[in-house]
């Protein structure tokens, strides 16, 4: 396992094609996870009239990560897309065209995967519109596992 960082705050490295070299510095999250979920699927074979186990495999990492700009002592100055903006053009390959997966770590919790979506949910806006509350879903795939 590769240490990157303090194990109390999440972080996201992106890594590049070969599973291991690190693109960049870790990326920190504002928050820690409000939530994660994570499933397995299981595939079944239908073998005369009964059902046979055929594989189980590790799916998805859903990670809900918020994010808020909205200074309530000094009044609101920063649009909360600077701080994610940021975030999902590191985590995007299209942007870079290096990062190819990430490694999630947040304290005992380690998951390599590539990214599958980002989705950004924007909950509390100025009068202009402007937003500065967002909840990020970020799903990863497992990352591919190489034959023995």
Known sequence: MTTIGNDKKAKLQPIGPDGETPIGGP??????????SSTW???????GQSLQWTKTVASNLVLIL??????YEAGPDVDVRDMTGAFI???????????????????????KGVVESIKEDFSLFLADGTPVR????LTLKPWPKTAS
């Open 134 to 137: 967002s909840v990020i879903t």
């Open 89 to 111: 053009k590191r985590l995007d390959p299209g942007q870079t065209g290096k990062a190819v997966g990430c490694l999630f770590h947040w304290g005992k919790i380690t998951y």
């Open 41 to 47: 699927n299981v595939t079944w074979q239908e073998v």
């Open 66 to 71: 918020n994010y808020d700009s909205y200074n």
């Open 27 to 36: 990326i920190s999250v504002q928050f820690n996870p409000a939530t994660y």
